[in-house]
Each structure stands twice: as structure tokens, then as C-alpha cells.
């Protein structure tokens, strides 16, 4: 077994309840339809079934779909030879499909100044707090997926409602004049406290409340599911901060077996890859929050870890550590970022929400 899989069985075994609730008595209110989608972004997000793809008809599917090649990636990052073996197709067959597979998911190269252009449009939403934008360069970044964890009441949900607030701010004020997807796993969104924060910004209230639609998520599937339909209002309402909160919870409290760990990796897997790609097509804040559990391995430093292993980790371009200091002082620390010195910056939660 690998090292990463034994933090991970521990993970399991850790005892961590909070913010874990039951939700066997909850009804799910989901109706799931598979609508038709025309949308040329939403096609890009839609997942492809792998008979689209030139030469494969059903049975090759079936072979394929047996042997694991169940999706375009997989398929994509396939050597011709192996789909030959697997699934008894032509060498020229398997080479169409790969390239066809390679062409859709846009696997190709891209030119540096294409990427620089793309990345001139990212934008930043202001945390509210000077010493915490400072350590974020500027401010939490669309086109990418940013991270918070850190232990019950550390304050991950507050960063969540402060920005709620705050990506409503005009521009000029750190703000992207933007509405809010918010999603809730664990029933923790209060609107009076966005409520609060936003009179203290200076906003209406009323107005900032009609601006954040919120959706409940009863299970791990139907928060994946409210990812996917939530790409309907990105462009109809003007979001520009996606929330998740909290990103991992249902995937834990659901996947309680050793033998379900790599089920439930997949899953958080496909789950922050939407989220990321909704970050990159919609030039999107995407915003999570995550829990930490114990590492009774690590001897010295913090022994917490967050969950979801390197599939989180790695999908997350930008991870903050939260911390509790004394009174209203919490210390949010940098840990991973592609482009920022790592660091900590000092702020307070207040009524007010998030300030210096
Ligand atoms: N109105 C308020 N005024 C001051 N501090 C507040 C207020 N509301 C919440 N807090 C602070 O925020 C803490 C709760 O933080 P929060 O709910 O964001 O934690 P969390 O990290 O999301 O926890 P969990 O893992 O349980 O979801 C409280 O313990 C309190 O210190
Ligand atoms: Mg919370």
C-alpha cells in the first residue's frame, strides 16, 4: 500500500463528527433530468460518452467500458495498442478515436502569450481584510479553485458569508459587482450574518440576499449534481463566486469503508474537476471549504492534515490554513499557491465579519 493511501485509511478512522450530520431522515428534493445541452460552454462541461468518439460502436464501448476506459480522459492518454487489445479494434481505429478523444477535452499545446492573455482576465475578490489580501496577492483569484480548512469554528463558513458580501462590492471597492452560487453541505449558511456583514460594507442587505442563491446539498451526489446544474445561472445571474461548503463532508460521512476509499477519491476527483473547469470557462471564483483530521504521525509542527488527500491538494490551487488565535484573532496561513510566497497573515472575525 501506498504512503498516501495510509493517511488516507486513517482519515477513516479518525473519529471527527462535527459538521457531520444524519441526513437518513432528510428527503432528497432532487429531480434529475437529463435535459438536452446546447450551450456550447455547458458542452465543454457536459462528460462524453465514449460512443461519440469516430470507429466506436456500442460493442467496443462495452469492451472498452469493461476493460476501464470508460471516459474521454481515459481514452485520451490511451497508447493505440492497448485500445486494440481491449476492445479488438483496427490499429488506424484506435489511433482516430485517441486523437478525436485528445481534439475534445483540448489536450494539445497552447501558446505561452495565449495563456498570459487568458490570465489577464483573472480578477480578485477582496477577503475584507487588508493583512489577509496582502497574503493573497491581491485578493481570492477567479479561474482557479482556492481552499480554506482548518478545524470546527475556525472560521471557514465566516470566510464564506464575508464573501458573499464582499464579491457584491462594486470594483472599485475590491468587489466584482457579482452574484453568488452558494452551496451548503452541511446546513451552516446563515443569512443573518450576511446580513450583518453587509450592512457593515456599506450594501443593502435586501439586495445582497437576491443576489446569492443557495442550494442545500443532501448527499454527495446531489452536491455534485448542484454543481452541475448551477452552470445554468453562472451566465443568466451573473455569478462570479461559486461556494462550496463544505467540499468534502457528505463524501466522508458517506464513504465510511476502508474499501470505499478509492470510490470516494474518484468521486471528490470528477466533483473539483467541474469546479474547476467552471472557475476556468466562466472566469468564476471558486471557493471550498475543507476539515482537517488528525495525523497522530506527525510528532512535531501541527498534526492535522486536510481531507481528501492529493486529489483535494491538488485541484486546489490555492490552500489557506485556518487557525483559532485568542479572542476574535484567527491565523490564516498560505500553504500552497503557484505564484505566492508562502506566509500568515492575522485577522479578526467580528460581527462585522472578516476584518483587521
Ligand atoms: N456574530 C459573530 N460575532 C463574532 N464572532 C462570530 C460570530 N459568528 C461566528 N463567529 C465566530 O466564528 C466561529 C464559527 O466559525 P465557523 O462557523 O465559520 O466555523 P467553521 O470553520 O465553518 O466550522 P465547521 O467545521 O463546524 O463548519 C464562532 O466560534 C465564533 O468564534
Ligand atoms: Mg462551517
Given at each position: ?58 460493442t ?21 495498442m ?15 478515436a ?10 494539445g ?40 480548512y ?42 443573518e ?13 435586501e ?23 448551477g452552470?445554468?445561472?453562472i ?6 463566486l ?20 478509492s470510490?470516494?477519491?474518484q ?23 475543507n ?26 490551487k ?39
Amino acid at each position: 500500500m501506498s504512503k498516501k493511501n495510509i493517511n488516507l485509511d486513517k482519515n477513516l478512522d479518525d473519529s471527527y463528527q462535527e459538521g457531520v450530520e444524519d441526513y437518513d431522515n432528510l428527503d432528497s428534493p432532487v429531480d434529475v433530468d437529463d435535459e438536452i445541452i446546447d450551450d456550447p460552454i455547458k458542452e465543454k462541461i457536459k462528460p462524453k460518452e465514449i460512443t461519440d468518439l469516430p470507429g466506436i460502436g456500442p460493442t467496443s464501448a462495452e469492451k472498452l467500458k469493461a476493460a476501464g476506459y470508460e471516459t474521454y480522459e481515459s481514452i485520451a492518454v490511451a497508447s493505440p495498442m492497448e485500445l486494440v487489445a481491449v476492445a479488438s479494434l483496427g490499429e488506424g481505429t484506435a489511433i482516430k478515436a485517441i486523437k478525436a478523444a485528445r481534439d475534445a477535452l483540448e489536450m494539445g499545446f497552447e501558446s505561452a502569450e495565449k495563456i498570459l492573455d487568458r490570465r489577464k482576465l483573472i480578477s480578485r475578490i477582496t477577503t475584507g481584510s487588508s493583512s489577509l489580501d496582502e497574503l493573497l496577492g491581491g485578493g481570492i483569484e477567479s479561474q482557479s479553485i482556492t481552499e480554506v480548512y482548518g478545524k470546527f469554528a475556525s472560521g471557514k463558513s465566516q470566510w464564506c458569508f464575508q464573501l458573499c458580501v464582499t464579491a457584491q462590492l462594486p470594483k472599485d471597492q475590491g468587489g466584482l459587482d457579482g452574484a453568488v452560487l452558494y452551496i451548503d453541505t452541511e446546513n451552516s449558511f446563515r443569512p443573518e450574518r450576511v446580513s450583518q456583514i453587509a450592512q457593515y460594507r456599506g450594501l443593502d442587505p435586501e439586495k445582497v440576499m437576491k443576489n446569492i442563491f443557495v442550494a442545500r446539498a443532501y448527499n454527495s451526489d446531489h452536491q455534485m449534481l448542484l454543481a452541475e446544474k448551477g452552470v445554468d445561472l453562472i451566465k443568466d445571474k451573473n455569478i462570479k463566486l461559486v461556494i462550496v461548503d463544505s467540499l468534502t463532508s457528505q463524501f466522508r460521512s458517506e464513504f465510511t469503508g476502508r474499501g470505499q476509499l478509492s470510490d470516494r477519491q474518484q468521486k471528490i476527483n470528477k466533483h473539483m474537476r467541474l469546479l474547476q473547469k467552471i472557475a476556468e470557462l466562466y472566469n468564476v471564483v471558486v471557493f471550498v471549504t475543507n476539515q482537517v483530521m488528525s495525523r497522530p504521525d506527525i510528532l512535531f509542527g501541527d498534526p492535522t492534515d486536510a481531507i481528501g488527500g492529493n486529489v483535494v491538494k491538488h485541484a486546489s490551487k490555492t490552500r489557506v490554513y485556518l487557525r483559532k488565535g485568542t479572542g476574535s484573532k484567527r491565523i490564516a496561513k498560505l500553504v500552497d499557491s503557484p505564484s505566492l510566497p508562502d506566509g500568515e497573515a492575522v485577522y479578526n472575525v467580528t460581527g462585522d465579519g472578516l476584518v483587521d
